[in-house]
């Protein structure tokens, strides 16, 4: 099954949203790291102690507005990785975010 590439939050919300995701990036997201079109890597920053708890919370929201995102965490020794993923059709979204300050 195709997931549409539709966000269903009105226009206030999505404001709030976009909001929301620049305090993430400029708070939380140390680096990050465009992996390929359709996927981005955010470094979260590792002395904030609530950074994956943060990633989680508005991961879960963004994916429940807008079905056809993936996020996972990528945990390594020496680093956070949250994940975004769109399909290649939508790759164009990635590019705000991979060309945001941080």
């Known amino acids: 099954m195709r997931?549409?590439?539709a966000c269903t939050l009105d226009a206030g919300d999505l404001r709030e949203r976009g909001a929301?995701?620049?305090?993430?990036d400029q708070e939380v997201v140390v680096e990050r790291a465009r992996v390929s079109r359709e996927r981005l890597?955010?470094?979260?920053?590792?002395d904030l102690e609530d950074?994956?708890?943060r990633a989680v919370d508005l991961a879960r929201r963004?994916?429940?507005?807008?079905?056809f995102f993936e996020f996972s965490l990528?945990?390594?020794a020496d680093a956070t990785?949250?994940?975004v993923a769109?399909?290649?059709?939508a790759a164009g979204i990635l590019d705000e975010f991979a060309s945001a300050p941080g």
Do not use: Q
């Open 20 to 24: 929301e995701w620049r305090a993430f």
């Open 81 to 83: 990785w949250l994940e």
């Open 62 to 67: 963004e994916k429940a507005c807008c079905g």
């Open 3 to 5: 997931i549409p590439i």
């Open 74 to 76: 990528v945990i390594l």
């Open 86 to 89: 769109v399909p290649s059709d």
């Open 51 to 53: 950074a994956v708890a």
């Open 41 to 46: 890597r955010l470094r979260l920053d590792p």
